[in-house]
C-alpha cells in the first residue's frame, strides 16, 4: 500500500517556482522520502531524497516538516522541460533491504 | 550512477504465450527490482531479486506467473507467463545503489 498522498496535477508558470507537497503521516523514524519524475516513454529519474533535514542539489530543494508528516519537493525555475509526472516515495525497511513504495504522483503541466 | 539496458523495449505478444524481459546493467549491483506500470498508473513492485537467492514477491504477485532469475550480479530476466491482456503494462528493472535507485526505460509489453 502507497504510504504517500500527492494532489493529482498541478500547473505552473514557467520561469517559476513549482511547489510539490506531499503527505506521509505514517512514515516510520528510518525511512527516507525519495523524489523521482517520469517523463512520457522513460524510466523514472532520481531527483532528491531526505531523512529529517532539508536538502538541495542542483536540481531541488527537499523541504521535510519537523514532524516528518509532510514534504515539499521545490524546482526553483521551472521550466518546460520539468513537465513531468512527480512521484513521493516512501523507502522501506524490509527483512532483505530496502525497496521503494511509489505513491500516486502528480502531473506537473509548466506552461509558457 | 550505472546504466540499465533493458530489452525488447516494446513487444506485441498473444493471449497464452509468455515473454522473457532483460534486464543488463553495466555494474555490480546487489539488488535488483521489478516494476509494473500499468496504463495510466504509479509503479508497483513485483519482486526484489537478490543475486544467489530466490527472488522475494510482493502481495499479489507469483512465482509461477513472474518467475525471476538472476544468475549473476549484472543480469536479471522476467518471464510474464500465459499472458492476458490484463498484463499489458511497462515493466521496468531497476538497481540499488549507494545514493539512490536508477531506473531503466522499461519494457512496453501489449498483449492482444
Known amino acids: 500500500d502507497a504510504k504517500t498522498t500527492q494532489p493529482p496535477s498541478m500547473d505552473c508558470a514557467e520561469g517559476r517556482a513549482a511547489n510539490l507537497p506531499c503527505n506521509h503521516s505514517?512514515?516510520?523514524?528510518?525511512?527516507?522520502v525519495y523524489w523521482y519524475r517520469q517523463i512520457h516513454s522513460q524510466g523514472p529519474q532520481y531527483i532528491i531524497h531526505?531523512?529529517?533535514n532539508n536538502e538541495t542539489n542542483e536540481m531541488a530543494s527537499l523541504i521535510i516538516t519537523e514532524d516528518r508528516k509532510s514534504s515539499t519537493l521545490i524546482l526553483p525555475h521551472a521550466t518546460l522541460r520539468d513537465t513531468a509526472v512527480y512521484y513521493c516515495?516512501?523507502?522501506?525497511?524490509?527483512?532483505?533491504?530496502?525497496?521503494?513504495?511509489f505513491g500516486a504522483g502528480t502531473i506537473l503541466r509548466v506552461k509558457s | 550512477s550505472a546504466v540499465i539496458s533493458q530489452k525488447p523495449s516494446r513487444d506485441i505478444c498473444q493471449r497464452g504465450t509468455s515473454l522473457t524481459i532483460q534486464c543488463q546493467v553495466d555494474?555490480?549491483?546487489?539488488?535488483m527490482f521489478w516494476y509494473r506500470q500499468q496504463p495510466g498508473q504509479s509503479l508497483t513492485l513485483i519482486a526484489t531479486?537478490?543475486?544467489?537467492?530466490?527472488?522475494?514477491?510482493e502481495s499479489g504477485f507469483v512465482i509461477d506467473k513472474f518467475p525471476i532469475s538472476r544468475p549473476n550480479l549484472t543480469f536479471s530476466t522476467l518471464t510474464v507467463s500465459n499472458m492476458s491482456p490484463e498484463d499489458s503494462s511497462i515493466y521496468l528493472c531497476?538497481?540499488?545503489?549507494?545514493?539512490?535507485?536508477?531506473f531503466g526505460s522499461g519494457t512496453r509489453l501489449t498483449v492482444v
Open positions: 531497476s538497481v540499488a545503489q549507494t545514493y539512490g535507485y536508477t
Open positions: 505514517t512514515i516510520s523514524g528510518n525511512e527516507y
Open positions: 531526505g531523512l529529517k
Open positions: 516515495i516512501v523507502r522501506v525497511a524490509v527483512e532483505y533491504g530496502n525497496k521503494l513504495v
Open positions: 555494474s555490480q549491483v546487489t539488488m
Open positions: 531479486a537478490n543475486q544467489g537467492s530466490e527472488a522475494t514477491y
